[in-house]
């Protein structure tokens, strides 16, 4: 298994394992447009030997109460069914929040089960007045931060692309 940045030529795969995945076309046809529009910050992809796509971790720009501080969100992330209980959800997510930091991201938003991207160092985004648009969503508004500045001044809605809004 090989983890790294996605290329054009991963697309397509990408896609079919979005669709597989989640079992309906929404996810798939959200990095469709986000990519499209130039807004996937970041595609991580994890490939079998075969150079299939097994895996897909995706972060978006997001602004911080109408202002762009550098913080993107993670999602959707997608593992191939048969790849599940292999750790391949934590590599891609490892890799992504390695390569945002070496790219000097600030921070990185997720919305999730909390018991899971807790074990990555996600912490509850509210402890810092910290929201998403999604009622109901306190718990599972989660928050990374990468650099030690990142924090600072920042509270408020935190803002999707409006792809989001179709979803």
Do not use: C
């Amino acid at each position: 298994m090989l983890i790294r940045v996605e290329i054009p030529v991963d697309a397509a795969r990408i896609d079919q394992l979005l669709r597989q995945a989640f079992g309906r076309d929404d996810e798939a046809d959200l990095v469709q447009r986000l990519r499209e529009d130039g807004l996937l910050t970041l595609g991580i992809v994890a490939t079998d030997d075969e150079g299939g796509v097994a895996g897909y971790a995706a972060f978006t720009p997001v602004d911080v109460h109408g202002e762009d501080r550098q913080w993107v969100a993670l999602g959707p992330l997608a593992v191939e069914a048969s790849q599940r209980g292999q750790k391949v959800g934590e590599k891609l997510i490892y890799e992504g929040l390695d390569a945002l930091n070496e790219f000097g991201y600030a921070a990185v938003v997720v919305q999730g089960a909390p018991d899971y991207f807790a074990r990555f160092g996600f912490k509850p985004a509210a402890a810092h007045q910290l929201h998403s648009r999604w009622p109901d969503s306190e718990k599972s508004f989660q928050l990374y931060v990468l650099a030690d500045n990142a924090l600072e001044d920042a509270s408020g809605l935190v803002e999707y692309p409006p792809h989001f809004n179709h979803n």
